[in-house]
């Protein structure tokens, strides 16, 4: 079993968890209403997905 020789410092542990930061989803536009949107996702404005509509949205 591996055991490690000595003991990491905070220092060193927080280094490498510095980045485990969440990001924001990227965000694209619909093709169909140019509403925002996130990438491979039904538009909740217009339900379409890609050229297709796939949600009935009413008004």
Do not use: F, I, T
Request: aromatic residues 6%; proline residues 8%; contains cysteine.
């Amino acid at each position: 079993m591996a055991v490690p020789k000595k003991k990491n410092s905070k220092q060193r542990k927080r280094l490498r968890r510095a980045n485990w930061h969440l990001r924001q989803p990227d965000v694209n536009r619909c093709p169909h209403c140019a509403a925002p949107r996130q990438p491979h996702r039904v538009c909740k404005e217009c339900g379409y997905y890609g050229e297709r509509e796939v949600l009935v949205v009413e008004s």
